[in-house]
């Protein structure tokens, strides 16, 4: 994700999440349970 390359991890939200990707907010919490293991799962891609 190019947000977390731009912006840094700390900085991440859902938000800004969401508009980068373009995807709801709902799709993220329902394969991610929080913005760490977003954040965790990014890191391993």
């Known amino acids: 994700m190019r947000i ?3 912006k840094g991890a700390r900085q991440l ?3 800004t999440l969401v508009q980068d ?4 907010n709902g799709a993220v919490f329902r394969h ?5 293991t977003i954040v965790h799962a990014e890191g391993k891609a």
């Open 21 to 24: 990707v373009e995807i709801s």
């Open 13 to 15: 939200t859902t938000k």
């Open 32 to 36: 991610f349970p929080g913005m760490d």
């Open 4 to 6: 977390i390359t731009v």
